[in-house]
């Protein structure tokens, strides 16, 4: 019996090993293609020996060193998926209902799953994309099939790993991410970060990459390969997103793939419409006195907020300068490296907050209720269109309070923030 | 001169200085773009006399605890101080084995090393370390700036240091022995310690005891990337 279990951690799975290992399928970890180059065959990434060597013969990859640095002096063995599961007679213990829209989409999948094809989902911020999976997810569990949900980020994966488990309460359902202390465990579906599927090879029938125009997945040569790497030769590929990047357009214009297209939020009403703002003068060390003028209304108003800014620095520069101008409001600043991270953006959610001043990392996959956004700077390079359509969509999430505002501050009126306006207007108007 | 941010893989690019173009000064090579550098916190007054720490002009409480284990005259220098950013780095270097990660800090290494005096003597690391990371973490951050003396053999002890708090760490027993290969550098009026962090005193005063009880009298100071 222990045997079994441990045959079934390995099914799918690539793993490291020694020259030692006597396994007539090992291969070596980093291949010498010249002099100078060679290739991990794990990312499959090049880079120079030079580079990257420790000792006079020994080099390393650093592109997937976060798995565990492989040398030249390792090895990796691929183990054949089983897909060795006990199959419910119900996968799916949801119990919810589609909107029309929704139920389409949701058939179409599932025709595409039965095909084994690759499939955009392209759907507005907020239109409930994970409920219209389900049925398709419940018709691969059925054929015995292994899944993955793959997104580029932990919080992502976090979020979407409860709401899987309990619609498919009968299904072995795991959670794989760098951040966490839990060990891998082998499960019919598996949510983790792109970066795992690295240690997969040919494992998965259907996968679900969910976001996947954004940061770190996005213009990667490394996650992409990952991708490529943990399907099975016939595979389902399902995309989702709510902002395509350029590389799914013109696939699709380019008639290799194809879309759903769901540009209603489940409630029903439009997207807020993003107003642009002309902002004279950044004047430095002081607040901008447009942006002042808006939060005191807001302020009036009782309104909850959030801030984009392009930058740590100008997060925390930011607060300070509110804080000045309007120590009654209750505001502070969010970032990437900031420890209280979790704490802070729970806290907004509990109301603790009136305002949260952001850098981006809040701006997909979180949900808060009745808020309005702004962005400073939204000429900055930093903010692309996918980045300012994801912020604008954290407005108007609730059928209740769907006109929230969204106003982008800026001192260019740039293509990113024109691009942005008119796709949400395009979304908005073709129903 | 271009070249690539080892931390973020970002193009550098050198903004030349009026007087570089005057002066036709040779521009060191680069390893960290701006943005990576301005999240490291180098160590400026007010700091710590005799340790490097920042905060105070006053000596602080660990170079006064080891004032009260009787040692004197002891001096230590560091660039930075020990802050997430830094944290990040060091676990990517020692931690994940990143070795090209060395080369960061080479450019201010060069700078500050160039007013301390030879022959520099640098803590190794364990040869379970060594075997784990295939490099020692310290020679790979002073390697090809100075020339080193590898006179410390580090004995094998049952954690790492980075895996204690702060009272197992002072506890933790001798864990140096001199190699007398090395004997001649004895004859130095003076010997520089190198470490990458600084953080209770510990390891460098254990080498400071292992170079006393080898009958060194001469003077010795330190110097970590890190307080």
């Keep these: 019996?222990?045997?079994?279990?441990?045959?079934?951690?390995?099914?799918?799975?690539?793993?490291?090993?020694?020259?030692?290992?006597?396994?007539?399928?090992?291969?070596?970890?980093?291949?010498?293609?010249?002099?100078?180059?060679?290739?991990?065959?794990?990312?499959?990434?090049?880079?120079?020996?030079?580079?990257?060597?420790?000792?006079?013969?020994?080099?390393?990859?650093?592109?997937?060193?976060?798995?565990?640095?492989?040398?030249?002096?390792?090895?990796?063995?691929?183990?054949?998926?089983?897909?060795?599961?006990?199959?419910?007679?119900?996968?799916?213990?949801?119990?919810?209902?589609?909107?029309?829209?929704?139920?389409?989409?949701?058939?179409?999948?599932?025709?595409?799953?039965?095909?084994?094809?690759?499939?955009?989902?392209?759907?507005?911020?907020?239109?409930?994309?994970?409920?219209?999976?389900?049925?398709?997810?419940?018709?691969?569990?059925?054929?015995?099939?292994?899944?993955?949900?793959?997104?580029?980020?932990?919080?992502?994966?976090?979020?979407?790993?409860?709401?899987?488990?309990?619609?498919?309460?009968?299904v072995s359902v795991s959670l794989l991410h760098g951040q966490g202390a839990s060990t891998y465990q082998y499960s019919q579906i598996l949510i983790c970060t792109v970066h795992q599927l690295l240690k997969f090879r040919a494992a998965?029938?259907?996968?679900?990459?969910?976001?996947?125009?954004?940061?770190?997945?996005?213009?990667?040569?490394?996650?992409?390969?990952?991708?490529?790497?943990?399907?099975?030769?016939?595979?389902?590929?399902?995309?989702?997103?709510?902002?395509?990047?350029?590389?799914?357009?013109?696939?699709?214009?380019?008639?290799?793939?194809?879309?759903?297209?769901?540009?209603?939020?489940?409630?029903?009403?439009?997207?807020?419409?993003?107003?642009?703002?002309?902002?004279?003068?950044?004047?430095?060390?002081?607040?901008?006195?447009?942006?002042?003028?808006?939060?005191?209304?807001?302020?009036?108003?009782?309104?909850?907020?959030?801030?984009?800014?392009?930058?740590?620095?100008?997060?925390?520069?930011?607060?300070?300068?509110?804080?000045?101008?309007?120590?009654?409001?209750?505001?502070?600043?969010?970032?990437?490296?900031?420890?209280?991270?979790?704490?802070?953006?729970?806290?907004?959610?509990?109301?603790?907050?009136?305002?949260?001043?952001?850098?981006?990392?809040?701006?997909?996959?979180?949900?808060?209720?009745?808020?309005?956004?702004?962005?400073?700077?939204?000429?900055?390079?930093?903010?692309?269109?996918?980045?300012?359509?994801?912020?604008?969509?954290?407005?108007?999430?609730?059928?209740?309070?769907s006109d929230n505002q969204v106003i982008f501050f800026g001192q260019q009126y740039n293509s990113a923030i024109d691009q942005a306006i008119k796709q949400i207007e395009r979304l908005n108007h073709d129903v | 001169m271009t070249s690539k941010c080892v931390l973020c893989q970002q193009l550098i690019i050198h903004e030349f200085r009026p007087w570089e173009i005057f002066i036709g000064k040779q521009i060191d090579q680069e390893y960290l773009c701006p943005r990576c550098f301005q999240e490291f916190q180098a160590i400026n007054q007010p700091y710590c006399p005799t340790c490097g720490r920042l905060g105070s002009f006053q000596q602080c409480q660990d170079c006064q605890y080891w004032q009260a284990q009787g040692y004197r005259g002891f001096y230590h220098q560091a660039l930075f101080t020990y802050n997430p950013a830094m944290h990040d780095y060091f676990k990517r270097y020692k931690r994940y084995g990143d070795y090209r990660l060395r080369l960061a800090f080479q450019p201010y290494l060069k700078q500050k090393l160039r007013k301390l005096e030879p022959p520099f003597i640098f803590v190794p690391s364990s040869q379970n370390h060594w075997q784990r990371r295939l490099f020692d973490p310290v020679m790979g951050l002073f390697e090809g700036i100075v020339p080193l003396t590898p006179a410390l053999i580090k004995l094998a002890t049952d954690r790492s240091q980075a895996q204690k708090n702060r009272q197992e760490r002072l506890q933790t027993p001798q864990f140096f022995n001199f190699n007398p290969q090395f004997q001649t550098i004895l004859q130095a009026p003076r010997i520089t310690i190198l470490d990458d962090i600084y953080t209770t005193g510990r390891t460098i005063f254990h080498a400071i005891d292992c170079l006393r009880q080898t009958g060194y009298r001469g003077q010795i100071q330190s110097f970590s990337l890190v307080r």
């Design chain 1, 1 to 170: 019996m222990g045997d079994m279990v441990e045959s079934d951690n390995l099914s799918g799975r690539l793993v490291v090993t020694t020259a030692l290992d006597q396994h007539l399928e090992k291969f070596p970890a980093l291949i010498s293609l010249s002099k100078e180059q060679f290739k991990c065959q794990r990312c499959q990434m090049v880079n120079q020996k030079s580079l990257y060597s420790l000792t006079a013969d020994v080099f390393y990859c650093p592109d997937c060193l976060v798995l565990g640095r492989l040398t030249n002096q390792d090895y990796l063995l691929a183990y054949p998926e089983q897909n060795n599961f006990k199959i419910p007679l119900y996968p799916l213990s949801w119990r919810g209902t589609l909107t029309p829209k929704q139920q389409q989409i949701s058939q179409k999948l599932c025709q595409v799953q039965l095909a084994k094809q690759e499939h955009l989902v392209w759907a507005v911020t907020g239109s409930g994309k994970t409920e219209m999976l389900f049925a398709m997810i419940a018709q691969a569990v059925s054929q015995g099939e292994r899944i993955a949900l793959a997104a580029p980020r932990v919080d992502v994966c976090n979020e979407l790993y409860p709401r899987i488990q309990a619609a498919f309460n009968q």
């Design chain 1, 204 to 401: 998965f029938d259907l996968l679900v990459l969910d976001e996947c125009d954004s940061y770190p997945y996005i213009n990667n040569p490394l996650l992409h390969q990952a991708v490529l790497q943990a399907v099975k030769p016939r595979h389902c590929l399902i995309y989702l997103s709510a902002t395509p990047s350029p590389e799914y357009l013109t696939r699709i214009q380019a008639g290799q793939l194809n879309y759903s297209l769901l540009n209603r939020r489940f409630h029903g009403h439009d997207l807020p419409k993003p107003q642009f703002c002309l902002v004279w003068k950044h004047n430095f060390g002081h607040l901008n006195y447009q942006l002042q003028r808006q939060i005191q209304f807001l302020i009036q108003q009782q309104q909850r907020f959030l801030l984009f800014v392009d930058s740590i620095r100008q997060a925390e520069l930011l607060s300070q300068l509110i804080k000045h101008h309007f120590p009654q409001l209750k505001q502070t600043f969010v970032h990437a490296k900031d420890p209280l991270r979790g704490q802070k953006v729970q806290e907004f959610r509990d109301n603790h907050w009136q305002a949260l001043v952001t850098t981006t990392i809040l701006e997909r996959g979180v949900t808060f209720y009745n808020i309005d956004v702004l962005v400073w700077q939204a000429d900055s390079q930093r903010f692309n269109v996918q980045t300012l359509i994801q912020i604008a969509g954290r407005a108007g999430r609730s059928a209740d309070h």
